[in-house]
């Protein structure tokens, strides 16, 4: 028992460092005061400086988190639509496509999704004149779709494991259906709404190939700014970007935690 | 604190009243029925507009040629003629699709899209399984902070995580001074551009898809019947191939789909790690339509893409879905 336990033991720490190695050296790099990324020349914050002052970088990036902000909530108001119609509804007549529907942009490879919507808006434009060029907009259209997905899926696995009894008492004494779904129905999945807005804004965040197909001219996100700048090449400004993003997704994910673990808490005392 | 109900219903329910009795103006929401038919039908249009309706017109375009032209491909439908005869003519072009059979380059790339897809799927599993092992046996907080810390670099830019292996794989970079600073390599190692980058690649960046399936298949493993096999004399590597394994199958069999699925049609990671000889079908497809704006052959891929790879996938997943439920 306990050789394996070692074998065990050393293997995962390996795996551990291997996910992690990555990362902290990106980090340890973007403080390099070197051009030559790789050589270190001691410690600088000039890459931050030089980022801050990047016009391009900071507009893609502010673009980015509107368009995740916009994307992340219409795909939590239809993805929450689809996943109380697929759990909740009963049965109706097209169920099987609608569920095909709404689970296939999961297993979609992203350069059929990012292609077929671009085709779809050529045509729609060449017949109705909408939209008329592509933009911020379309890329909003594009991430709605493919979001919404993960949403629906998240929702349906919190509803379906949730027992309806709460729901049937309130219709029993009388809610409308209305009631039902904001007072008893809206809070109970709220967990699973709000991590599915938050990979919603993640996934939107993060999106290159899609983007890549549905933008126009002049309205690059960040991860097609970033991509252009290291396809050549490592770049030390994308080092001190990385970094920032790290932290943020650090502080996020630990109060997320944190959050979670309180709520735990809560919800395992007793009821007075 | 004890009188305070959990939720402040007085506010909530004149907010949510006032809606209702706005909405009740139209006649449409003040039957269930209507409102039921609203909340399938909005997710449902929007899917077939932007999800459904796209393949439609991938598919149409698969058969146009390309043209000089804004957009760049020829209608199928023509309408020819004048007051006295008039005619819709319907031309489609099959020969993307018979150049796509007929050119072994793109049969390549799909061969090689599977095999590379495959591969690192294996590895993944590989490199997932100890890790998955570890946080199942562990207890109440070190598995939280385990699981932490394999969640959080999947809430980090994947396209920055791909980036930063460039870093480390270059000619200069990390791994080749700590090797050559060893003394155990002369000469920098070749590592970015090749198959061996893009493998680590899909590996790294898929790890946690592998993880959180395992785990949760080994954490309902029942530790007795390793502990009555091993009372039996049965040695460990026995029972884990005779007990472990085989219970653990269904979280093997999720991960390894979750790595496949979006590692098939990867194209981030060829693009930045590996050769201009790395074949992948979803670098091929891009470079179609960036690189050589041939839309309708583009479309040909995409189509067939959707045959070869995805059909399967999804069949696969449902029947896989079908054994859950059953």
């Known amino acids: 028992m306990k050789r394996r336990s070692l074998f065990l033991n050393s293997s995962a720490t390996l795996g551990f460092i291997f996910l992690y190695a990555p990362i902290i050296a990106l980090i340890i790099y973007s403080f390099n005061a070197s051009k030559l990324v790789t050589v270190w020349g001691g410690w600088s914050l000039k890459w931050y400086v030089s980022l801050f002052n990047n016009d391009q970088i900071i507009d893609a990036a502010l673009l980015s988190v509107k368009i995740a902000f916009i994307s992340a909530t219409a795909a939590v108001v239809l993805g929450t639509m689809a996943g109380f119609a697929l759990s909740r509804l009963g049965p109706f007549r097209g169920k099987m496509i609608f569920s095909g529907w709404v689970t296939a942009p999961l297993v979609m490879p992203e350069v059929i999704t990012g292609l077929s919507l671009l085709l779809l808006f050529v045509a729609m434009e060449g017949m109705f004149g909408w939209p008329s060029g592509r933009g911020a907009s379309t890329i909003i259209i594009a991430h709605v779709t493919f979001c919404m997905a993960y949403v629906a899926v998240i929702v349906q696995a919190r509803l379906s494991s949730m027992d309806e009894s709460l729901e049937e008492a309130a219709m029993d004494l009388g809610a409308k259906p209305l009631h039902l779904f904001f007072l008893v129905t809206l809070p109970l999945i709220s967990p699973a709404i709000i991590s599915g807005w938050l990979l919603a804004f993640t996934l939107s965040l993060d999106d290159l190939v899609i983007a890549s197909f549905v933008s126009g001219p002049g309205n690059s996100t960040l991860p097609m700014v970033i991509f252009s700048k290291v396809r050549l090449g490592v770049s030390p400004e994308v080092n001190a970007l990385a970094t920032l993003m790290i932290l943020i997704v650090a502080i996020g994910v630990g109060l997320g935690m944190w959050q979670l673990r309180r709520q735990e808490k809560l919800l395992a005392q007793p009821e007075n | ?326």
């Open chain 2, 1 to 326: 604190m004890s009188g305070k109900p959990p939720v402040q219903a007085g506010p909530t329910v004149a907010a949510v009243d006032a809606i209702t009795q706005g909405l009740a103006k139209y006649n449409f929401f003040r039957r269930v029925s209507w409102g039921r038919l609203a909340v399938i039908a909005v997710p449902m249009l929007w899917l077939a507009v932007f999800f459904f309706v796209p393949f439609l017109v991938v598919f149409k375009i698969s058969l146009a040629e390309t043209a000089i032209a804004i957009p760049p491909y020829t209608a199928l439908l023509e309408w020819v003629g004048d007051m006295e005869e008039a005619y819709v003519t319907l031309k489609l072009n099959l020969g993307n699709y018979l150049y796509l059979l007929d050119d072994v380059f793109y049969l390549d790339a799909y061969l090689s899209s599977i095999k590379i897809a495959g591969i690192s799927t294996f590895c993944t599993l590989l490199v997932a399984f100890p890790i998955a092992y570890l946080m199942a046996r562990s207890n109440g907080s070190t598995r939280a902070l385990l699981l932490a810390l394999v969640i959080l670099p999947f809430w980090t830019s994947f396209l920055l995580r791909v980036y930063a292996w460039m870093g480390i794989l270059k000619k200069n970079g990390l791994v080749n001074d700590i090797l050559m600073g060893l003394g155990i390599v002369d000469e920098p190692l070749t590592m970015l551009q090749t198959d061996f980058a893009v493998y680590l690649g899909i590996v790294y960046t898929y790890l946690p898809f592998m993880v959180l399936p395992l785990y949760s298949a080994l954490e309902k493993l029942d530790m007795t019947l390793l502990e009555a096999a091993e009372d039996l004399g049965s040695r460990p590597v026995t029972s884990f191939f005779l007990i472990t394994l085989p219970l653990s199958l269904p979280g093997i069999v999720a991960g390894c789909l979750l790595v496949f699925i979006p590692a098939v049609g990867e194209f981030v990671i060829p693009a930045l790690l590996g050769s201009p000889d790395t074949l992948m079908i979803g670098r091929v497809l891009w470079d179609e339509f960036f690189l050589n704006r041939d839309w309708p052959m583009a479309s040909a891929v995409a189509i067939m893409m959707l045959i070869i790879l995805v059909l399967p996938i999804m069949l696969i997943r449902n029947s896989q879905g079908k054994e859950e439920s059953a």
